[in-house]
């Protein structure tokens, strides 16, 4: 856990630890890849990556881009994550478009067909995992989460049936935040990823982290069962980790 003085350092932050993991991934394994979240700290973050002055010690025509959740909208709408991504990050640094690849959206190939749509996602994650990945997903090298005040991460919320989905890609119909139809990373999906960061900003963050690191279940909060392969890493700003015992903040910064 690494807790910083407030949002705007906690966004700069993260985008430096980003740059660093995804550059020593490729220089591991000559590509890399990332699952971004939305949410106003990930889209903060975003805009940071795309600020700083070393951002190009990523190589961006060999860094994949996927998402851990999608609201069920039109292609270009404001509140899609895709759409905020764009505008935050992606138009400004020189992905391969191919590498790429966003969450379906209404007016996409399988239409209003939810379903169908999860099942593509899941297609497409099967066909760009490798053997080495053992299973039907890639093994991202970093995986952002966003957690809301009732725990929810990606659009995996309290004691919702998308909980006890054994699929890749999850279908979310009626989801108690707007809109109701969305599109998620299972568990088993965000678990593949090498390492998972949550990224947490805000006093109203406090109690759903407080219950997830204390031990809370993963079906009244689904951030309690998040964990990467490799390493899980909370991310908060002092508001969030405000009702955390000081004995389990590993590092703060001034």
């Given at each position: 856990?690494?807790?910083?003085?407030?949002?705007?350092?906690?966004?700069?932050?993260?985008?430096?630890?980003?740059?660093?993991?995804?550059?020593?991934?490729?220089a591991a394994r000559g590509s890399a890849s990332i699952v971004l979240t939305g949410g106003g700290i990930g889209g903060a973050t975003l805009r940071e990556l795309a600020a700083?002055?070393?951002?190009?010690?990523?190589?961006?025509?060999?860094?994949?881009?996927?998402?851990?959740?999608?609201?069920?909208?039109?292609?270009?709408?404001?509140?899609?994550?895709?759409?905020?991504?764009?505008?935050?990050?992606?138009?400004?640094?020189?992905?391969?478009?191919?590498?790429?690849?966003?969450?379906?959206?209404?007016?996409?190939?399988?239409?209003?067909?939810?379903?169908?749509?999860?099942?593509?996602?899941?297609?497409?994650?099967?066909?760009?995992?490798?053997?080495?990945?053992?299973?039907?997903?890639?093994?991202?090298?970093?995986?952002?989460?966003?957690?809301?005040?009732?725990?929810?991460?990606?659009?995996?919320?309290?004691?919702?049936?998308?909980?006890?989905?054994?699929?890749?890609?999850?279908?979310?119909?009626?989801?108690?935040?707007?809109?109701?139809?969305?599109?998620?990373?299972?568990?088993?999906?965000?678990?593949?990823?090498?390492?998972?960061?949550?990224?947490?900003?805000?006093?109203?963050?406090?109690?759903?982290?407080?219950?997830?690191?204390?031990?809370?279940?993963?079906?009244?909060?689904?951030?309690?069962?998040?964990?990467?392969?490799?390493?899980?890493?909370?991310?908060?700003?002092?508001?969030?980790?405000?009702?955390?015992?000081?004995?389990?903040?590993?590092?703060?910064?001034?």
């Amino acid at each position: 856990m690494v807790v910083h003085r407030d949002a705007t350092l906690l966004a700069k932050a993260v985008a430096a630890r980003i740059i660093t993991g995804i550059a020593d991934a490729q220089a591991a394994r000559g590509s890399a890849s990332i699952v971004l979240t939305g949410g106003g700290i990930g889209g903060a973050t975003l805009r940071e990556l795309a600020a700083s002055p070393a951002r190009d010690a990523i190589d961006w025509g060999h860094l994949d881009v996927w998402w851990g959740d999608e609201r069920f909208l039109p292609s270009g709408h404001p509140e899609r994550n895709e759409t905020q991504a764009r505008e935050a990050l992606l138009a400004h640094v020189p992905l391969r478009a191919e590498r790429i690849h966003p969450m379906a959206a209404t007016d996409g190939p399988d239409g209003d067909d939810l379903d169908g749509a999860a099942l593509r996602y899941a297609d497409e994650l099967r066909t760009a995992a490798q053997p080495e990945d053992h299973g039907p997903v890639p093994a991202f090298d970093i995986l952002l989460l966003g957690v809301g005040p009732d725990g929810h991460v990606a659009s995996l919320f309290p004691e919702s049936p998308a909980l006890y989905d054994e699929r890749t890609v999850v279908p979310v119909r009626g989801a108690p935040k707007p809109p109701p139809l969305r599109l998620s990373l299972s568990t088993a999906a965000i678990n593949s990823a090498r390492e998972v960061w949550v990224i947490a900003a805000g006093e109203e963050k406090a109690p759903a982290v407080r219950m997830t690191l204390g031990g809370a279940g993963p079906t009244a909060i689904p951030a309690a069962g998040i964990r990467g392969r490799v390493a899980t890493r909370w991310l908060l700003d002092r508001a969030a980790s405000a009702d955390i015992p000081v004995a389990l903040t590993r590092i703060s910064s001034p």
